[in-house]
Nanobody, 123 residues
Framework: QVQLVESGGGLVQAGGSLRLSCAAS????????MGWFRQAPGKEREFVAV????????RHADPVKGRFLISRDNAKNTVYLQMNSLKPDDTAVYYC????????????????WGRGTQVTVSS
């Protein structure tokens, strides 16, 4: 099994930045694609970004493209989401996720979920 624990969320003003971290434990972290999803109240959980097992390929959802950047450090079993130019619409619970490939941008293909960390962006 893989356990995922997010950290780094909090309250930030619009235009500010946060860096989320997801620490993974368990089996073969480096074999998994890793991603971030988010869910605002009353909305479905939506894809944010994904990175392949090697860190060589990434994909970012259109609303965050150019503002957010996913990265990973396999030596530390950690995936990051650098969030810049934050907007109030970015307010959500952010979830770390693990799957087999970049196709896990489809949330139905996610194998493991973290419990989430709250990001609140004030206007």
């Amino acid at each position: 099994q893989v356990q995922l624990v997010e950290s780094g969320g909090g309250l930030v003003q619009a235009g500010g930045s946060l860096r989320l971290s997801c620490a993974a434990s368990g089996r073969s972290f480096s074999s998994y694609a890793m991603g971030w999803f988010r869910q605002a109240p009353g909305k479905e959980r939506e894809f944010v970004a994904v990175i392949d097992w090697s860190g060589d390929s990434t994909r970012h959802a259109d609303p965050v493209k150019g503002r957010f950047l996913i990265s990973r450090d396999n030596a530390k079993n950690t995936v990051y989401l650098q969030m810049n130019s934050l907007k109030p619409d970015d307010t959500a619970v952010y979830y770390c996720a693990a799957g087999l490939s970049l196709t896990m941008s489809n949330r139905q293909l996610v194998q493991y979920w973290g419990r989430g960390t709250q990001v609140t962006v004030s206007s």
